[in-house]
């Protein structure tokens, strides 16, 4: 199995401003991805972060609010920009390992004030 | 398209009662199928998994079974604790390369001492 971690684990921030998410995966996946979880609630695909090139986003989601980038195997950046309230939530990373077995990080927390 | 369905929660059980969390999927292909767990304040961890018709997957006492005419998958424990307390995500792979995980809406699980 991979062990994934993610920076911060937690974070307050202003309106308006943005916030970077650092995912570490301790092996090589083949695939990364992002997902939004809101209080109380399932988890939502943002986008698949593909190694070398941008990264593939779902319906509802686009590049200039939350780009992603993914420079090697092992590691990914989530960026949340132009904060507002409702993008309080939980963000999680998950890498692909064992054939479509996905293993997540411990997520990152936002409150927007 | 691919979609889960999960028994709507939250369920409040005493300690040592039997658990079930029921658990539906539709899908065009072979699905892989997954238990994920979440304890408060923490990311998601996988429980148990099975990868085709009519396997077994269990873990801590947990158990499901891949049942491909009922199109089932339901989460069992004979004799819950406390420490189960925790919302339980069940999840499809499509099993196509570089496809996220499906996700159903979480059943959250209240266990009294």
């Known amino acids: 199995s991979a062990v994934i971690s993610q920076k911060p684990s937690r974070d307050i921030c202003q309106r308006g401003t943005s916030l970077t998410i650092q995912c570490q995966v301790d092996?090589?996946?083949?695939?990364m991805f992002w997902y939004r979880q809101q209080p109380g609630q399932s988890l939502t695909l943002i986008a698949t972060?593909?190694?070398?090139?941008?990264?593939?986003?779902e319906s509802g989601f686009v590049i200039d609010k939350f780009p992603i980038s993914r420079p090697n195997l092992t590691f990914s950046t989530l960026t949340v920009s132009n904060l507002s309230p409702e993008d309080s939530s939980i963000y999680l990373c998950?890498?692909?390992?064992?054939?479509?077995?996905?293993?997540f990080g411990p997520g990152t927390r936002l409150t927007v004030t | 398209g691919d979609s889960v369905t999960q028994m709507e929660g939250p369920v409040t059980l005493s300690e040592e009662a039997f658990l079930t969390i029921n658990c539906t999927y539709t899908a065009t292909g072979y699905p892989s199928l997954f238990w994920y767990v979440q304890y408060p304040g923490e990311g998601l961890q996988l429980l148990l998994k099975a990868t085709k018709a009519d396997d077994k997957g269990s873990n801590k006492g947990f158990e499901a079974t891949y049942r491909k005419e009922t199109t089932s998958f339901h989460l069992e424990k004979g004799s819950v604790q406390v420490s189960d307390s925790a919302v339980y995500f069940c999840?499809?792979?499509?099993?196509?390369?570089?496809?996220?995980?499906?996700f159903g809406k979480g059943t959250t699980l209240s266990v009294s001492s």
């Open positions: 972060a593909n190694q070398g090139s941008e990264a593939t986003y």
């Open positions: 999840a499809l792979s499509p099993n196509q390369a570089g496809t996220a995980l499906i």
């Open positions: 092996s090589q996946v083949t695939m």
């Open positions: 998950s890498g692909t390992g064992v054939p479509y077995e996905q293993y």
